[in-house]
């Protein structure tokens, strides 16, 4: 079957120049210039580093993004994912053509409307019913295709009460609202949407969310969403794809995108030793290791296994009544529960303690894990928190031919007692 594409980038790349406004000195301008007279490449074009924004880099020119390439069908809602500074808000502005690129193409069938950040395209000294009117002519929409949608829009944005008020004296929160419910009732082809549903609240999410679903399952049109909400880009998005250091690292299944951008940072297997900065004046944490019983921190760890976690802790002060707490987050950043050797009434000793804990066999689910250490001073005060302070991955166990193959709803997989009871 033919698929039908409508948006593909080829080889999409931005350079921009560090430190000043505009393309640089006039040396650099004529040499552009006399480049592009003789039908040659911008020279500038061969320069650059690649955008690693924590690093201080050689070159005055920089790669926001560099040979992006990807398509998207209609219908399909992509996911676009990485870490701050890793090119995503340029890619979009790319595709909205707030910018251009400096090579590359991007070929695309039908209006699109853009949320980019709180407030674009509005205009704060009109009001909110004048600027629903001026975004419908920007996205192309006739006075009477606005009027038909009008009080959809405003239903659904929830600022009846302000519609008639200008813009500037609107919260970001309703100003967003508004946006949205814009951007989403318009009708585009493709509706890109960059973080600023964050802004709105838990409510206004939800219908959000509920409503993109509708545009590209129901109506067909696709939609392109940033977040770093990845329950909400699990929710919505059928496909993703990973940003790093503005290039492609991945595009995929939404969960294999998602599973690839929180792991890309961990250390091999499930095993982390700890540097000096853990050495604090009370304690110090040396090691965290998980594996499975009878195995080693270099073996993956299975779905049917009993796990083992040993934390290496030395505690420098028998006075100081100190526990340590961890806690479970799965790969959406949810807690799924606590635990702590004081429950066990586990003293720890002066000097270097092993502390084992032992999940049962087949407790948890396939999937991406994330720990987080507290450590907690009298069972009360919190002298050290550590999010996510290792990962480990549970892999898909040895399954006999026929049974289910894949993952079960859930994180966790408890054995409870069943039996069959006389009638």
């Given amino acids: 079957m033919e ?55 050689t070159s005055e020119y920089v790669w926001a993004l560099q040979g992006i390439d990807f398509e998207v069908e209609r219908g399909e809602v992509l996911g676009i994912i990485g870490k701050n500074g890793a090119g995503k808000s340029t890619l979009l502005k790319i595709l909205s053509k707030v910018t251009a690129p400096t090579v590359g193409s991007i070929k695309s069938r039908g209006r699109i409307a853009s949320l980019l950040e709180v407030g674009t395209g509005f205009h704060g000294e009109m009001t909110g019913r004048e600027n629903i009117f001026l975004n419908g002519a920007i996205l192309g929409m006739t006075k009477k295709e606005i009027n038909s949608k009008l009080d959809e829009i405003i239903e659904f944005s929830g600022c009846e009460r302000y519609i008639d008020t200008p813009v500037k004296r609107y919260s970001s929160g309703m100003t967003v609202r508004l946006a949205f419910a814009v951007a989403a009732f318009l009708e585009p082809e493709i509706l890109v949407i960059d973080e600023v549903l964050a802004v709105g609240d838990a409510e206004f999410q939800k219908k959000a969310i509920g409503k993109m679903q509708d545009i590209s399952k129901g109506e067909g049109r696709t939609v392109l969403f940033v977040s770093h909400n ?17 290039k492609v690292a991945m595009i995929g299944s939404v969960e294999s995108a998602i599973n690839y951008y929180l792991t890309q940072d961990s250390e091999s ?128 166990g040895e399954r006999s031919i026929g049974s289910w193959m894949g993952r079960e709803p859930g994180f966790i997989k408890p054995k409870f007692d069943w039996s069959i009871e006389s009638c």
Avoid at 382 to 395: P, R
Wanted: include cysteine.
């Fill in 230 to 246: 990845m329950a909400a880009v699990k929710s919505l998005c059928t496909k993703g794809l990973v940003l790093m250091h503005g």
């Fill in 3 to 57: 698929k039908d594409i409508i948006l593909k980038v080829e080889n999409v790349s931005k350079q921009y120049r560090l430190g000043q406004v505009g393309t640089g000195t006039l040396s650099h301008d004529l040499n552009r210039w006399w480049h592009a007279v003789r039908g040659k490449e911008n020279p500038y074009l061969k320069i650059g580093d690649t955008n690693d924004r924590s690093t201080k880099g």
């Fill in 269 to 396: 297997m499930n095993k982390k030793v700890f540097s000096s900065e853990f050495d604090k004046k009370e304690f110090t944490i040396h090691e965290i290791s998980l594996n499975g019983l009878g195995k080693s921190s270099d073996d993956a760890l299975d779905e049917y296994q009993q796990i083992e976690m040993y934390t290496l802790f030395t505690l420098k002060d028998d006075s100081k009544k100190l526990h340590l707490t961890f806690v479970l987050n799965n790969d959406s950043g949810e807690p799924l529960f606590t635990f702590s050797h004081i429950n066990n009434e586990i003293k720890l000793n002066k000097g270097v303690n092993k502390i084992k804990c032992t999940l049962p066999k087949g407790f948890l689910n396939i999937g991406t894990y994330y720990l987080s250490l507290y450590i907690i001073e009298n069972s009360k005060t919190t002298l050290f928190v550590e999010k996510d302070i290792i990962s480990f991955v549970v892999q898909e």
